[in-house]
């Protein structure tokens, strides 16, 4: 663990071993921290605040592109140990999330140098009033383990920028590709206490700098269940919350085939269909059924799945054996309310470890199963044939679940109809729902269970700072 700029063990001596989904090994032995350990990092967190402020705005632009570039030095390294740590392809994927990061440091160096606010006009002649924008303090900043390099820098790299100190604590299962991100850091010579690294269980470790009174703001990415539980125990306090999604991909009877089918591959398929933004289920007009549910299984069986360091492949194993196990349940569930298989269906055997997953195509999936109600977050595209516009957008939005949605249609009308009334954060026309870039708002609509806050370029330096306002009294009292 990381704290106060020193690597250090737990005050227990607790370790507990990472193992590569991959290939089952053990890959390192880490420290499992404690409530005291926590609490150590966010004493030290809170020294880190000094040492930030006293960098100038300009300063701590520099910081963040001097971590891009020692990133950018070691980015061999990195990919391979994420992929060792979570399983993602080397050459199709793991290589593709280490470029993000390392855009990500340096949109961050980019944006807090036009982190402008205003002046504002007010009613007494003797006023002016302005506003500027404050570091929070000291963050909380807690995070998954299907992007576990580029989802850290969403909060670390703007977090920094702003002037918050942050004690983070990630996924245990991905822990090992944290140390090494944490390791570019010091590199880099990011202020000690500026950055703290703690190891270990989220209800352990991540409850205390959630609901530790030394903390002054939660951000989290994580399933629904896990951030209602962090908001609660983090009561009072900002919170940014990035969580899960059950993403409906429509394909309007007017779609480009070819265009839909390849986009909702990739929204099922793409790291496994461990995504937020997944394509979760995809409703698909009757009359183009059939071509959709063929091109998509066309898909499925010629993904390569096998050995994540291997060129050809272009799908690992699932991360952790509870995704796994998820997947397995969400499956027997749809066949047990009547969904046919038509591509894959099951674990894939034959490799080592039980976390490979065939690439699997559902059709006929009833409404009330569980795969179109819940996240699966495993390599599932599920087909659920509609008939009308309003029974689509009726299905689409009857979901507890509002992060991202995809609609296929030729007819810019339909498409601005669907894009307005689909209850997701981020509607995507004629593309997967997994299209995203680094700067552009992310997070769930209002009154589901997605999250709260957008993440993404400037809009994360906003949801990371206090708006101050400051009213200067200008009149001069050597005038009478
Ligand atoms: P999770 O909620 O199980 O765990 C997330 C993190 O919270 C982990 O670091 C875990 O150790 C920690 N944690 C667990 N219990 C805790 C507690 N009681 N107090 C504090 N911390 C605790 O989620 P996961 O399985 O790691 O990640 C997958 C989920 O993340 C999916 O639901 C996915 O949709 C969501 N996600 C959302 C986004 C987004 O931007 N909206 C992005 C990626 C992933």
């Known amino acids: 663990m990381y704290i106060g700029g020193r690597w250090v063990d737990s005050v227990s001596r607790a370790t507990y071993q990472a193992r590569s989904p991959a290939s089952g090994e053990m890959i390192a032995t880490l420290p499992e921290g404690t409530r005291e350990d926590a609490q150590r990092a966010i004493a030290a967190a809170r020294e880190g605040t000094e040492r930030l402020a006293r960098l100038s705005v300009w300063e701590r632009a520099k910081l963040c592109a001097r971590v891009a570039d020692v990133l950018e030095r070691h980015k061999d390294e990195l990919a391979r140990t994420l992929t060792l740590d979570q399983g993602k392809p080397l050459h199709s994927e793991a290589k593709a999330e280490v470029d993000a990061t390392v855009a990500g440091w340096r949109n961050a160096a980019d944006h807090v140098k036009w982190l402008e606010t205003s002046v504002i006009p007010v009613e007494d002649p003797h006023k002016r009033v302005l506003t500027i924008r404050q570091a929070r303090g000291v963050y909380a900043v807690i995070t998954p383990w299907n992007f576990p390099l580029n989802i850290p820098t969403e909060y670390l790299a703007p977090g920094l920028a702003a002037v918050n100190a942050m004690v983070w604590v990630p996924a245990p299962t991905t822990s090992v590709v944290a140390v090494k991100l944490v390791e570019c850091l010091e590199e880099a010579e990011v202020p000690a206490g500026a950055i703290n690294l703690v190891t270990g269980p989220g209800p352990v470790v991540g409850d205390e700098i959630v609901a530790h009174a030394g903390t002054d703001a939660v951000a989290f990415t994580g399933s629904s269940a896990t951030g209602e539980h962090i908001a609660r125990r983090a009561a009072g306090k900002p ?152 029974e689509a957008l009726a299905w689409a939005n009857d979901s507890t679940l509002g992060l991202v949605s995809a609609v296929f249609t030729r007819d810019l009308s339909r498409a601005f109809w669907f894009a307005e009334r689909l209850r997701t954060g981020i509607v995507n026309v004629n593309d997967s729902t997994n299209y995203w870039e680094l700067h552009i708002p992310f997070g769930g609509v209002a009154g589901k269970r997605s999250g709260v806050g957008r993440l993404g370029g400037r809009h994360t330096l906003y949801e990371m700072t206090d708006l101050r306002t400051i009213c200067l009294d200008v009149r001069r009292l050597d005038q009478g």
Not at 334 to 352: E, F, H, M, Q
């Open 239 to 390: 919170l940014l919350l990035e969580l899960g999604g059950n993403g409906p991909t429509l394909i309007l009877d007017d779609a480009n085939l070819e265009q839909a089918a390849n986009a909702a591959a990739f929204g099922a398929f793409f790291n496994a269909g461990q995504v937020c933004s997944a394509a979760e289920r995809i409703l698909v007009h009757r009359s183009v059924h059939d071509e959709v549910a063929n091109r998509l299984v066309d898909h499925a069986t010629h993904i390569q799945l096998g050995d994540p360091f291997d060129e050809r492949t272009q799908m690992g194993p699932l991360n952790n054996q509870p995704v796994a196990e998820k997947t397995d349940r969400h499956l027997a569930d749809a066949l047990a309310r009547g969904a046919k298989v038509l591509a894959g269906g099951s674990r894939a055997r034959g490799w080592p470890t039980d976390l490979y997953y065939q690439p699997t195509v559902l059709t006929g999936v009833a409404r009330d199963a569980m795969i179109n109600r819940e996240e699966t977050f495993g390599p599932v595209a599920p087909l659920i044939p509609f008939q009308t516009d309003e």
